[in-house]
């Protein structure tokens, strides 16, 4: 089958993106715009984000195609993320793939956000082959998640509560070193010492495969109200480190040994706090010893972008498994086929 292009929209959140795709996971464009509008308010505003994907995602587009030197008859599908995520944001997303998809008679494949994280790693590793397990690790979720196929999969383990990425914001506002939260601390981290704070691991239970992060942000605030205020801030990259340690080692352990039990050669990271350098090492570093291989994006690729959103459409475009123009968005957290 000679090589077709896809045409991707991703706009979950508050990064509206474009990109084309090939049906063997090359990137021809991946264009991203981000909204610095919502920095002052520390956090995202929904309305303000559906608001600025309108604005955006029009020059969007025709700046991918222009990049790209091709042009609308060369695509072949469009594809388009309608869930987890704001609503109102999703909205914009699909509203605007529908209609190109209609005006062009183009097949529509919808998919899902948290599983386009998982198809990230296909861009640049091409090789892996089911079976794989992911650990989806972002803002909003801290999912294991078991492959079978590249289309069939089961959730293995996910937070009860907090997400990994959630909990890093919400330290690093406790620690005043602001919005977002994760790469203030991995930066920070680097020169401090890990195990300064022995803060809590939840769920230690033998083959608990769940994740917990509510008692850690508890157990931050309530360490951090007890300490001298003049000393706290030469203790600040050994507290980060410490913090980010209690983050990383139950998503290292659990991974490492869902994948043991179950002879997995390979695990792929994925999602935002994918980005993170210790966890990258000290799972790759675990991992190894085991003979299971690592992967993970570069650091691009970690956030939210429409190459990701193109590379996951593939295999639903290669078997025909395309949306119907009546098909809605939907705010239901998790990695699902949609």
Known sequence: MPVQYILAFESSCDDTSV?????????????????PEHLEFGGILPELAS????KNIV???????????LNLQDISAIAVSINPGLIGSLIVGLAFAKGLAWS??????????????????????KAVEPPFLALVVSGGHTELVHFDTLTTFTVVGKTLDDAAGESFDKAAKLLGLGFPGGPAIDELAQKGNP???KFPRALPQKNNFNFSYSGLKTAIRTWLVNQNPETLQAELPDIAASVQQAIIDPLVHKTVLWARQHKIPYILLAGGVAANSALRQQLTTTSAKYGIKVFYPSNALCMDNAAMVGAA????????????????????KGTRQV
């Open 195 to 197: 195990n300064f704070i």
């Open 51 to 54: 608001r600025l994907h309108l």
């Open 19 to 35: 990109a084309i795709v090939d049906t063997d996971y090359n990137v021809i464009v991946n264009l991203i715009s981000s909204q």
């Open 59 to 69: 020059t969007l587009t025709k700046a991918a195609l222009n990049a790209s030197k």
């Open 313 to 332: 459409a593939i295999p639903k475009f290669l078997t025909k498994n395309y949306a119907p123009l009546s098909i809605n968005v939907s705010s239901l």
């Open 104 to 125: 062009l008679s183009l097949p529509l494949i919808t998919v899902n956000h948290i599983l386009s994280h998982i198809f990230a790693n296909f861009i640049e590793h």
